[in-house]
């Protein structure tokens, strides 16, 4: 307490001991041991009503053993059940988690993982996904700043995720306990298949299948690929202990039109283990044409470089480079790029005021916006020589295709000449451009229908250094990629705008996520945000059905499936109130990532545990992990001193005491007829 707050509480005893003499002895003519009682409790109940007005701050000190944190990770999939066999212990981490050795040094705690990282439930390896790499970001938000060892009971093998050996953080040591079998079994597998996921009627279309053995004598195998019943790849493939693995490259006709499934199998005369890693199913969609989109540019940037690259990553689209002076018949494209035009443009806009062709235009520093004024009625352009970076500012009330915000404000700016640039018409517009931060009303990215043509309009060059961006920030251009498809896939279409959007695949491996997106659009064509969506699935063989509600994000609406059984399903899609629907199909292909496995991936564990500074063990070795853990000295308990400030005022038994204080002596004086 402060000293002023201790010079209070002297005065307050003062002053209480007066007022109580005051009131009871004061010029009173009888001073029996009656009235030196009530002034007593006078005087207790004036203190503590003087205490609670002055509130002091009590403090107290205690002192508590601070235990070091040791999660104790199970890993829940299937894989540890078929790869222990009758070998397999379920409660084999309780013989860490009951050690009282272990407790009094560790504040003990229990995990399970596959998909998901929870906290004490059941263990029954009955997981259909495995996520390592899950765990160490659960971790990384349980434990801040606290260095602790982890014991994780799993076989290593990861289904899903990024590379979990260098996901731990660097204050956190990790005790691998290798579960499964770790004797080397034969084993014959199909590791990998690559192939496209469209081609066209009558083309060829590449297949790369990655082959694996897992022995050590030569061995004959065979090797074929069947569509439905029918073989149409057969090869004979010979392993050794010297050749594990192979990789086959194949050319598949496309002969019919639609989705065709494909049935990858490996087999010998000798009996294995696990047969479920002997077939792998992949699916080819076949289409009987191809889009055709011509970039049209008079300069040499790398921009269209970048944009013929990302577009044709969908292999339904074909994109050719050419200048003005090259393009014959514009009737031959269906859909144009034109790459910052000036006069040499001419004959393609005069050409596609009949043809109507869709559009979309980049304009930049090379630009001839009093050309395009002419020509382009939809704007007007009040462009000066002078150059401007423009930022992107994500519009997320953009409703004319599902674009999610991909980071587009932390992109670098694009280069423009500077202006103002305003619509006539009714555009919707993906991004706005900024300056530093400050909007400066102008469209970055908008589209725009007029009848059935539709154009588009990027106002700024560069844009390869977004797609460049993405990939540096997520190791993958995918981002950026899936971006362009969907502008591409608008302004390829001139199909009427439906009131129902629907977005899926065509197919899904068993055990994926899977996910089916929906846009509603009300009479003017905007995104509907109080719309009420249910899909009915069913699984054509089984006929069985189930119904589902949408769930609203920012820009549609979003379902998943969670372990869906392989089979054919078709669903419907319908609104509540308007009754609109859309019906479609997709299959899930037989696919149990769990059952690819037949040994404990050994050599990621060690290095998981070398790069950790921990050490890998067997489930016959948890005694010498327990004295492992016991003999570490960098995981001591702690002894931590807490100070706890109490106010007064939070004493409701001071108030009850003043309260009986008062009582009594209304009592006293009420029997004693002073009253």
Not at 48 to 53: M, P, R, T
């Amino acid at each position: 307490m402060t000293t002023s707050t201790i010079l209070l509480l002297i005065l307050s005893v003062f002053i209480a001991a007066g007022l109580s003499f005051y009131q009871y002895f004061y010029k009173a003519k009888n001073k029996s041991k009656i009235n030196l009682f009530l002034a007593f409790l006078r005087f207790l109940s004036f203190l503590g009503l003087f205490l609670l007005f002055i509130n002091p701050i009590l403090t107290r000190k205690t002192f508590e053993i601070v235990k070091t944190p040791l999660p104790i990770i199970i890993d829940n999939s299937e894989s540890i059940k078929d790869l222990s066999g009758n070998n397999l212990n379920p409660n084999l981490f309780e013989q860490l988690s009951n050690n009282e050795s272990l407790k009094e040094k560790y504040d003990i705690q229990l995990y399970t993982f596959d998909k998901e990282f929870k906290s004490n439930e059941k263990v029954d390896y009955s997981g259909k996904q495995s996520l390592i790499d899950n765990v160490a970001k659960n971790l990384k938000q349980l434990y801040r700043n606290v260095d602790y060892p982890v014991v994780l009971f799993t076989d290593g093998n990861q289904t899903q995720g990024n590379d979990y050996i260098y996901s731990f953080q660097e204050n956190t040591r990790v005790y691998p306990v290798i579960q499964g079998d770790t004797t080397t079994v034969f084993d014959l597998k199909i590791n990998q298949i690559n192939t496209n996921k469209y081609t066209f009627l009558k083309n060829k279309f590449p297949v790369e299948v990655f082959l694996q053995y897992n022995g050590n004598e030569f061995l004959n195998s065979i090797f074929t690929i069947k569509n439905g019943n029918q073989t149409i790849f057969k090869k004979n493939i010979s392993f050794s202990s010297q050749n594990k693995a192979q990789s086959i490259q194949v050319l598949l006709d496309a002969t019919s039109i639609g989705v065709q499934k494909y049935t990858a199998s490996i087999s010998s005369s000798k009996d294995e283990k696990n047969k479920m890693n002997n077939f792998k199913n992949f699916i080819v969609e076949v289409i009987d044409q191809r889009t055709e989109i011509a970039i049209i540019s008079d300069i040499i940037h790398p921009d269209l470089s970048a944009l013929k690259r990302s577009i044709e990553v969908n292999q339904q689209r074909k994109v050719t480079l050419l200048k003005p002076n090259e393009i014959r018949n514009i009737r031959d494209y269906n859909l144009l790029i034109l790459y910052q035009p000036n006069n040499t443009f001419k004959s393609i806009f005069d050409q596609n005021k009949t043809a109507l062709i869709n559009t979309f235009i980049i304009t930049g520093t090379n630009t001839d916006f009093n050309f395009l004024a002419l020509n382009e009625i939809d704007f007007n352009f009040r462009m000066s020589p002078e150059k401007e970076d423009y930022f992107a500012a994500y519009q997320s009330d953009f409703n004319l295709f599902a674009q999610e915000n991909i980071g587009f404000e932390n992109f670098s700016s694009l280069e423009n000449k500077f202006g103002t640039i305003s619509l006539k018409g009714n555009a919707k517009t993906l991004l706005n451009a900024s300056i530093r931060n400050i909007q400066t009303g102008n469209p970055l990215l908008t589209f725009l229908e007029i009848g059935k043509q539709r154009k588009g309009f990027l106002f700024g060059e560069n844009i390869w250094k977004w797609r460049m961006e993405t990939h540096l920030k997520k190791k993958s251009f995918d981002d950026f990629d899936l971006f362009t498809d969907k502008w591409v896939q608008y302004l390829t279409s001139n199909s009427t705008k439906k009131s129902l959007e629907v977005d899926y695949k065509s197919y899904y491996n068993e055990g994926e996520n899977i996910q089916v997106t929906a846009q509603y659009f009300d009479k003017n064509y905007e995104l509907d945000e109080n719309a009420q969506l249910n899909i009915v699935l069913t699984n054509k063989e089984t006929k069985q059905t189930k119904s589902y509600n949408f769930l609203k994000s920012n820009i549609d609406y979003k379902v998943e499936f969670d372990n869906l059984e392989k089979g054919n399903y078709a669903f419907t899609v319908k609104e509540k109130e308007s009754k609109n629907s859309f019906s479609g199909n997709f299959e899930v292909l037989e696919f149990d990532i769990e059952k690819q496995f037949v040994n404990p991936d050994q050599l990621r564990l060690k290095q998981l545990a070398t790069n950790t500074s921990g050490k890998v063990f067997f489930p016959n070795q948890l005694d010498q992990l327990t004295k492992s853990l016991m003999e570490n000295t960098n995981y001591l308990p702690i002894q931590k001193e807490v100070v706890k400030k109490t106010p007064l005022i939070d004493w409701t038994i001071l108030l009850l005491l003043i309260c009986v204080f008062l009582s009594i002596e209304w009592f006293t004086r009420k029997y004693n007829g002073l009253l």
